[in-house]
């Protein structure tokens, strides 16, 4: 097996102690940990062959210098030895979207907003530093124990070695998040971080259903296309409506 590179980003492993399973994602299982016997941290453990693990090593440092209160926090890695570690944040409310399943019931529409509002906050950061999420969703944001909302997982849909998943046309692909552009020509830009936005907001104020739940993937592209939307939930109000749905505008109609 290789060695792979080492960056100032390297954790000693033996300073963290895995507590339990807090869940499982893309790239394999993620534990709650504790690290140096202090700190409360979420390790995500990369099961090989799911990662392009050098290319994402070659990102880490740009990723490690993004800090915002409204962005999950990457504490650092452990690379020297299979399975890699990416220790982040722990945010002890888990998903957005289990969340929002689960208690959803018991928010306010003003609690909605602020989710949203948090949302919002972390992608002008990264819009501002012309970083593309890729793969904004409720499930992955993360809700802490104050109830804020953290965006999680930025740019790591670049480094998921899954043609199924990444390749526009593979059947995991995740048209109900893209905008046209992203399933015509793979296009990846701010522009298509806001349509996602747009659906997330969507989520949020459905409790965590399923956009476009009746359709399948060719059929969706096909109604995408003809200029079709996602409804109106019946949380939100007609000026939060019009918020999410100025997200879901085609690049040639948009201006700027
Ligand atoms: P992911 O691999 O990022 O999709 O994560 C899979 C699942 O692990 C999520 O749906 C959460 O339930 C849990 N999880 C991931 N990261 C964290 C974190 N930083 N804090 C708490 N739970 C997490």
């Known amino acids: 097996m290789d060695i792979l590179p080492f960056g100032e980003w390297e954790i000693n492993r033996e300073e963290i102690i895995l507590l339990q399973e ?40 740009t990723m490690m210098k993004l800090k915002h209160p409204k962005l999950v926090q990457l504490h650092g890695m452990c690379t020297i030895e299979y399975p890699i570690y990416i220790v982040t944040e722990y945010m002890s409310n888990g998903s957005l979207l289990s969340y929002l399943n689960s208690h959803g019931k018991q928010l306010n529409q003003q609690q909605l907003l602020e989710m949203s509002c948090d949302v ?26 104050t109830l804020i909302v953290k965006v999680c997982d930025f740019g790591m849909a670049r480094y998921v070695l899954d043609d199924q998943y990444t390749s526009s046309t593979g059947a995991k692909f995740l048209v109900k998040w893209s905008s046209p552009e992203i399933f015509s020509y793979s296009k990846f830009n701010s522009k298509s971080d806001v349509w996602a936005f747009g659906v997330l907001m969507w989520e949020v104020f459905t409790l965590g259903k399923m956009p476009h739940e009746r359709f399948d993937n060719t059929e969706l592209l096909k109604k995408i296309m003809s200029g079709y939307r996602l409804y109106r939930p019946r949380l939100s109000s007609d000026e939060i409506f019009h918020i999410m749905s100025s997200c879901w505008k085609e690049a040639s109609t948009t201006s700027g």
Do not use: P
């Not at 893309?26 to 453990?45: E, S």
């Not at 099961?47 to 440092?61: H, I, Q, R, V």
């Not at 919002?120 to 124990?145: G, P, S, W």
């Open 120 to 145: 919002t906050e972390a992608m002008v950061y990264l819009e501002d530093l012309q970083f593309i999420h890729r793969d904004l969703a409720a499930r992955n944001c993360l809700v802490d124990k």
């Open 22 to 61: 807090l869940g499982s994602g893309q790239f394999g299982t993620v534990q709650l940990g504790r690290w140096k016997q202090k700190y409360d941290v979420a390790v995500k453990m990369i099961k090989e062959g799911t990662m392009s693990t050098e290319d994402f090593l070659e990102e880490a440092e």
